[in-house]
Antibody
Framework: EVQLLESGGGLVQPGGSLRLSCTAS????????VSWVRQAPGKGLEWVST????????YYTDSVRGRFTISRDTSKNMVYLQMNSLRAEDTALYYC???????????????WGQGTLVAVSS | QSALTQPASVSGSPGQSITISCTGT?????????VSWYQQHPGKAPKLMIY???IRPSGVSDRFSGSKSGNTASLTISGLQAEDEADYHC??????????FGGGTQVTVL
């Protein structure tokens, strides 16, 4: 059974940092692309970042490029999202999601975690 | 890049059919057949319902169907049931090698 378990969310002041973690199981992690998708309270979904499988290529939405860094540790089946210079508009539930096609990391997502909540406020 | 455009809400009676639109541009929806649709019940994670415009993953009811014309993709739910009441989100791959979502559509079963 595919499972994605997010952790690391919390309350942080504007300008602060957080590192989100996603623990994956139930699929071939080493070749699978994993993404972070966020959802602000009462709003729609927003793609944030993706890391591909073996090559580890990374992709970011414009609003987080330069502030967020996605990475993976294949030995631990984990994906991380380091978030720096956080802003109020980064407040959201952050989902860890798995790509359906390992060779097309941004094509579609077949499994979603339950999310971890990030709140940026003073 | 701006989000894809979806109606905020769509409603229908049980047994009816409804269609949700998802409008993008020639650099996303219009350029690729990589449109997906996700269903999200309150307090739950999204679930993939349609990918590549019209393909249903295993286990998804055939009451759900997808199509695309030009820069607009559509999700049709036939034989509407109470359990279909949820938010529906579309997404599309873009020429900038990014992914765009729509704002989401709330479906209400009257």
């Amino acid at each position: 059974e595919v499972q994605l378990l997010e952790s690391g969310g919390g309350l942080v002041q504007p300008g602060g940092s957080l590192r989100l973690s996603c623990t994956a199981s139930g699929f071939t992690f080493s070749t699978s692309a994993v993404s972070w998708v966020r959802q602000a309270p009462g709003k729609g979904l927003e793609w944030v970042s993706t890391i591909s499988g073996r090559a580890g290529s990374t992709y970011y939405t414009d609003s987080v490029r330069g502030r967020f860094t996605i990475s993976r540790d294949t030995s631990k089946n984990m994906v991380y999202l380091q978030m720096n210079s956080l802003r109020a508009e980064d407040t959201a539930l952050y989902y860890c999601v798995k790509a359906f096609f390992y060779y097309d990391p941004l094509r579609t997502f077949d499994y979603w975690g339950q999310g971890t909540l990030v709140a940026v406020s003073s | 890049q701006s989000a894809l455009t979806q109606p905020a809400s769509v409603s229908g009676s049980p047994g009816q059919s409804i269609t949700i639109s998802c409008t993008g541009t020639s650099t996303d929806v219009g350029s690729y057949n990589y449109v997906s649709w996700y269903q999200q019940h309150p307090g739950k994670a999204p679930k993939l319902m349609i990918y590549d415009v019209s393909i249903r993953p295993s286990g998804v009811s055939d009451r759900f169907s997808g199509s695309k014309s030009g820069n607009t993709a559509s999700l049709t739910i036939s034989g509407l049931q109470a359990e279909d009441e949820a938010d529906y989100h579309c997404s599309s791959y873009t020429r900038s090698n990014t992914l765009l979502f729509g704002g989401g559509t709330q479906v209400t079963v009257l």
